[in-house]
């Protein structure tokens, strides 16, 4: 039982109904046809860090969606924390996988979540997550027990590659200047078992079109004598992974880090259960490099996927046709030290390399960025850490995460300040998928872990 507990009943509901206001607003970023929601979305966040007692709320303007600002400076001398999230969200489709409306929030219970979980888009990535800090810093006020200074910054383009949040960060160094940076957009291992993420992998982002013949052509008459660009284009995909399953760009892994034996022996003492997780994702079996285990494929190793890829006739029944292009979206995760417009000129030269002379092939780069690491040595992770212990009973296990939130290795560099991941969502929460939903248990844990945090960081700086 924590000293937050009973407040944190009495005000349930009311945390609830507001977050709920939130999610009902559709802020999708990548869909123009949003606009208007997504801006509404910021003066919500605005309004919203105003009630809780934030100071200098500000809506501020970029040449994209807004950043909410606030702050609450108690003393100078005493460390400051930047809360960083975001309020934008995924597009909801496929619509009709849906089991109730992207935007119209309920609960309910799940086998992970028996005592319920909010279904929408954003519920966990990140509005649910985002809110738990607003509520946290409300609490801390009513208690009179922020012991830090605390400034938010809260984007709206995080899902589209936060371009014009890098643009405000370079304009707003002194603005933004803090201790650490504290961001809840991760998730941990399960309800019994916290975890505090302690990597995240970068991204390098590409489209290709591969374009054959100039014009679509019947695939009689000239079938077997030119160039079928989707047959061209899915051979050279097919060529960029070995038999083991290892990425063939040269040069691609020239500044992956290996792991020593030791951290690799300390990562397998995380739980996992590759029945679990098989049975989760209705797969007989797992699937990747060589050499390394699931846990480790999808976080310490860099991967390369097709995302999307399309081209010639996709509709009712048989057109015989030979198109003229075709195109595929292949995004490669990174690990730390592998940059990604070094990467995207690796894949650039030998997609383009590997291409034959009968098609040409066009490359072109997407948003991308680094990734990151912090250390369990750091004083916001052993508070954090401490934060983990006092409302879970139980000591979080650092896990690097196989996600991607390229802003944070720019944090490092702009702001010098380091971040530290309380993400509070599990896996199964299906962001970006149809169903998303956030726990209620976890949406009032994360509120109720945050002042802690705090707490153990203004102690101990
Ligand atoms: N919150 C996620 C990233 C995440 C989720 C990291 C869970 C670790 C665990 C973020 O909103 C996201 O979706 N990032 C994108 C990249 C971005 C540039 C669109 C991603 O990882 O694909
Ligand atoms: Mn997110
Ligand atoms: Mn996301």
Redesign the pocket.
Known sequence: MSKYNSTIQENKQRYLDELFDLLRIPSISADPAYKDDVFKTADEVAKRLNEAGADNVEICETPGYPVVYGDKIIDPSKPTVLVYG?YDV?PADPLELWTSGPFEPVIKKTDLHPEGAIFARGAC??KGQMYMHVKAFELMMQHGTLPCNIKFMIEGE?????ANLEWYVKRNQDKLECDVILIS???MLANDIPSI?TG??G?AYMEVEVTGPNRDLHSGLYGGAVANPINILTKMIASLHDENNHITIPGFYDKVEELSAEERAEMAKAPFSIDDYKAALDIDDVYGEEGYSTMERNSIRPTLDVNGIWGGYTGEGAKTVIASKAYAKISMRLVPNQMPDEISELFEKHFKAIAPKSVKVKVTAH?G?EGYVTHTTDKAYQAASKAYETTFGKKPIPVR??????IVALFEKELKSKSILM?F?L?SDA??SPNEHYGVFNYLKGIETIPYFYEFYAENH
């Open positions: 975001h995924q990535d990140d995080e899902e589209v590659g936060s957009d991760t998730g993420t995240l992998r991204l948003h960025g995460s196989g996600g991607s939130i390229p993400g969502g896996d962001i970006h």
